[in-house]
């Protein structure tokens, strides 16, 4: 049995803490999976693994093997990566993860245009709107927006989407327009989940920058159901300007607050940390840095 392919698949069972994940990400039963670490456990002498009916965990001597495997095939990439940079090729798969809503918009047609641009590579792609765990789902590449709460991935802004204070006609002609940010706190205010704090908004006025706790009947993890509230006259929200636009130019939406801004919210490229950067995650970085540009310039409504 190839001792490398073993490594491999041990450090990412010790990362997904399961046989069957690691069996369905490379394409093989769990049995076999499980004969990968065995054979290590016999070349080795001792035990990588306990295993119980619910989990596995790495003994102290498996702790020990994984950092010593895992720098090890870190640095046969670095490596490959710096040989392969002769290569004029691309090629391999990228495991990619986006937001719903930002992502149907913004990305996936950038996607078309990376893959006639790179034809050779293929594209894993999961449409999610949970923080999703880069180490132990074997994504290479995750596109998040707002602030990040893992600090032990690596992360490039590569570009920001401006917010607006907005509500329906609807609502405003029932419950009337906060002329300040501290009157927000009286109306019902439309929270989306997953931001680091929901029911914090902070913006930037003549004064400076500020913020106000905000609350309401409606807490939604999804922008596109944040738009749909807004649009029924459930309530008020601070929303991404490329998700509002055509409601509010339609006359369905009105901005309020206009001499208040909310604080704009960074989009990031998030990786793992490695002693190289993978070629497929550069290129695909640097592609949807430059798309963005384009798409997400700040314009007037």
């Not at 769990?30 to 009916?53: D, F, M, N, W, Y």
């Not at 704090?197 to 920058?209: D, F």
């Not at 159901?225 to 409601?247: C, I, S």
């Amino acid at each position: 049995m190839d001792v490398l392919t073993s490594m491999i698949i041990f450090c990412r069972v010790v990362e997904a803490g399961s046989f069957s994940a690691i069996a369905n990400e490379r394409d093989m039963s769990p049995s076999s999976v499980s004969k990968h670490i065995t054979a290590l456990e016999k070349r080795l002498g001792t035990q990588l693994l306990g295993r119980t009916t619910r989990q596995l965990n790495p003994t102290d001597a498996g702790c020990e093997y994984y950092n010593y495997c895992n720098q090890m095939l870190e640095e046969l990439s670095e490596v490959e990566a710096s040989v392969s940079r002769y290569q004029l090729g691309t090629s391999g798969t990228l495991r990619l993860s986006i937001p719903v809503t930002f992502g149907e918009l913004h990305i996936v047609p950038a996607l078309w245009v990376f893959h006639k641009k790179y034809p050779d590579m293929n594209i894993d792609l999961t449409v999610d709107d949970r923080k999703v765990d880069l180490v132990r789902e074997g994504v290479d590449l995750a596109i998040q927006i707002g602030p990040l709460a893992d600090s032990s991935m690596v992360a490039r802004k590569i570009g920001s989407t401006e917010r607006l204070f907005v509500a329906s006609q609807e609502y405003l002609a029932k419950h009337g327009e906060p002329e300040t940010p501290v009157e927000l706190e009286q109306h019902n205010c439309v929270i989306l989940s997953s931001m680091m704090a929901p029911g914090e908004w902070q913006y930037t006025g003549s004064e400076g920058r500020g913020k106000v706790q905000v609350s309401g009947s409606l807490t939604v993890n999804n922008p596109a159901a944040l738009r749909e509230a807004l649009l029924a006259g459930v309530g008020l929200a601070a929303a991404p300007v490329w998700l509002v636009r055509e409601g509010i130019q339609q006359g369905k939406l009105k901005v309020i607050l206009k001499d208040y801004v909310p604080i704009a919210l960074d989009i990031n490229a998030v990786y793992r940390k490695r002693l190289y950067v993978q070629q497929k995650v550069i290129l695909m970085i640097d592609h949807l840095h430059e798309t963005f540009k384009r798409t997400l310039k700040k314009t007037k409504i």
